[in-house]
């Protein structure tokens, strides 16, 4: 492999960037995110699934939050559709305890009183796949991967020069537009993409509950990256991401919920890296700083009524040892600073390291330690071990992991009192968490059909809380989760595409005894993609989310088809439509909060 090869490749520990394979190179998938290194799936211990480009591109997704909803193990919360608060849950952890990556970048917003990320504003368009890894993460990737990470990498350009655009346009007046541009020139590549949407949109207050205002939705995303190999051992990277929308949303869900209530976020992510190779590709270095900032505004009746943003700078070392076939590792050393503007600020170091083991052909071992030091709430210290094991012969994989995670108080958190108390809390411990799960995965008919089975457990302790009754946070919740996962897959024809998900949980408040809000016992999602012919693509989607209770009663469960097809005119041009909640299900994510009837959109799509 060349030293240039291998510059591009450790990239991707680093960015989250699976690099392309050569042809050669592609029977087994590659991920990134398990190890933050280049690991053929079967390798991983962990339960991982992935989301590419074709499929959302295929599936026609026009916001990420229902690209991640297909995924195994995930729940969404979303406070009304076009642009309406999104969550992402996994494996019944809370909407906090998820960590959100765009391209190495956290995103996750420090202003936010959990320093949760809002999914709403994320546009597809530009994303070249998703990695959802599940489970307690902390080891690599830090404070808040309790319940997993999500790992957002968007495209890079990979011909010498190549274009795309779209254009859709549907139900509730609504237009979705975009394009990109990219290219190699010598040892330099590019890529830059600008998307928007605008739509009348629903009420966000369900409109069966007599609301009928309407409340709109814009956004504009611009992104872009530059890439240039110095010299044959050094490359240098950067990337830029900006998001700017406007919300308009109700002041509450259910009867009477309707009010003239705006939200304004601009989203900001930039970050740069160098990429040394050194010792014949034996020692891969990378350095990356980067910085995020959510900044929101919200108006009630024209007059602001809440303003807030949020910060986080870091700076991170990566080194990949590889000296030998049968073992690799990698070490690293990070600092970041969270803080919300004007108020309050709060640093972290970390040093972190993983050794993973081939000891036997099919055979992969991986541990790994971190200690953070949190400038309020002390050091912790977190494990994590994995092992899988492929049998070759039948097309088996074996996995199990086991794995600790932790939360470090929010700066909000760690400042915030009310209702009569002196003062904040500053002596919050870090939420901590210990989760196992063993699953197996099993080929069929020769490769063309995959069963995975996997089956979790996590306790979490020192859950923080706001107490009305002292009137800060306090270290009060503990939950206990356990479940099973089936994800299967399967193409029995070349002119078929069959995927589908099934989870059962259960998400357990320890002082109540109760399953948690807002987390239902089962959700499953079926996707079917067919060919008819060469140019003509036609598919559909379901969706099922079992009773939840919310705070205030019962979410019913609901059962959602989509329709989809696309016809391929030739190389450079696609016509594609799609019909949205075809049954016309009426049906809430979160109690008194409505979504769209039936509805449909067409679009055209460019490329050269």
């Known amino acids: 492999m060349s030293l240039l090869k291998k510059i591009l490749l450790s990239t991707a520990p680093v960015w989250g960037i699976a690099q392309p394979v050569l042809a050669a190179e592609q029977a087994p998938e590659i991920v990134v995110t398990a190890t933050r290194t280049e690991i053929a799936a079967s390798q991983v211990g962990s339960s991982i699934s992935v989301l590419t480009a074709e499929e959302i591109e295929e599936r026609q997704y026009s916001f990420t939050v229902d ?10 919360n979303q406070n009304g559709p076009f642009g309406g608060s999104a969550s992402v849950r996994i494996r019944g952890a809370s909407s906090d305890q998820t960590l959100v990556l765009v391209d190495g970048v956290i995103v996750n917003d420090p202003a936010s009183p959990g320093a949760g990320f809002n999914f709403a504003n994320l546009d597809p368009n530009d994303i070249e796949r998703i990695e959802l890894l599940r489970g307690p993460q902390s080891t690599l990737y830090g404070s808040q991967a309790i319940g997993g990470v999500v790992n957002i990498i968007t495209k890079r350009a990979e011909e010498p020069f190549a274009y795309s655009a779209f254009a859709e346009a549907g139900s509730f007046d609504t237009l979705r537009s975009g394009g990109s541009v990219s290219g190699k020139l010598n040892d330099t590549d590019y890529r830059f993409s600008l998307s928007g949407i605008r739509t009348n949109g629903i009420s966000k207050a369900d409109e069966n509950d007599g609301n009928t205002e309407e409340d709109g939705y814009k956004n504009y995303t611009f992104s872009g990256n530059v890439g240039s190999n110095l010299t044959e051992i050094l490359r240098a990277e950067g990337g830029i991401r900006y998001s ?3 919300n308009e949303f109700d002041a ?12 304004y976020t601009r989203e900001f992510q930039a970050n740069a890296s160098l990429h040394l190779s050194t010792f014949s590709g034996q020692l891969e270095n990378s350095v990356t700083g980067s910085y995020s900032l959510t900044d929101r505004d919200n108006e009630s009746d024209g007059a602001r009524s809440f303003s807030a943003t949020g910060e986080r700078t870091s700076l991170e070392y990566l080194g990949t040892i590889t000296t030998s076939d049968i073992w690799n590792a990698i070490v690293g050393l990070k600092t970041e600073d969270t803080e919300i503007r004007g108020t309050s600020s709060i640093r972290m170091d970390s040093v972190f390291g993983q050794v993973q083991l081939l000891p036997l052909e099919g055979l992969s071992l991986i541990g790994g330690v971190r200690y953070d030091d949190h400038e309020s709430a002390g050091g912790v210290t977190t494990f994590r071990f ?9 097309g088996t994989v074996f996995r199990g992991s086991w794995g600790e995670g932790f939360k470090s108080p929010t700066p909000f958190q760690l400042t915030f009192f009310c209702c009569g108390a002196t003062g904040p809390n500053t002596n919050l411990k870090p939420e901590e968490s210990r989760g196992w799960d063993l699953g197996v995965e099993q080929d069929f008919l020769n490769g063309k059909a995959d069963v995975q089975v996997n089956y979790f457990q996590q306790d ?3 859950q923080i809380n706001f107490s009305f009754p002292v009137g800060r946070y306090l270290n009060i919740d503990q939950v206990e989760t356990e479940g099973w996962e089936f994800i299967a897959s399967a193409r029995p024809a070349d002119w078929i595409d069959l995927s589908a998900n099934f989870t059962h949980q259960s998400a357990i408040d320890v002082s109540t005894g109760s399953q948690l809000v807002r987390t239902p016992a089962n959700i ?20 099922w989310n079992d009773d939840e209770t919310d705070s205030a009663g019962l979410v019913q469960d609901w059962f959602r088809v989509d329709l989809r097809s696309s016809y391929q005119l030739n190389d450079q041009v696609e016509l594609f439509g799609r019909v949205e909640n075809l049954l016309d299900e009426q049906y809430q994510d979160i109690l008194g909060f409505g979504t769209p009837g039936v509805s449909g959109f067409f679009g055209i799509r460019v490329k050269g």
């Open 67 to 76: 690209a991640i909803r297909s995924l195994p193990g995930v729940i969404i």
């Open 386 to 394: 994995t092992s899988a094991y492929e049998l070759v012969e039948t």
């Open 244 to 246: 700017d929308s406007r």
């Open 460 to 462: 979490i302790e020192n």
């Open 524 to 543: 499953a999602t079926l996707n079917v993609t067919t060919h008819p012919t060469e140019a003509l693509a036609v598919g559909g989607s379901v969706t």
């Open 252 to 263: 509450r869900g259910g009867v009477g919920g309707d009010g003239d209530r705006v939200g």
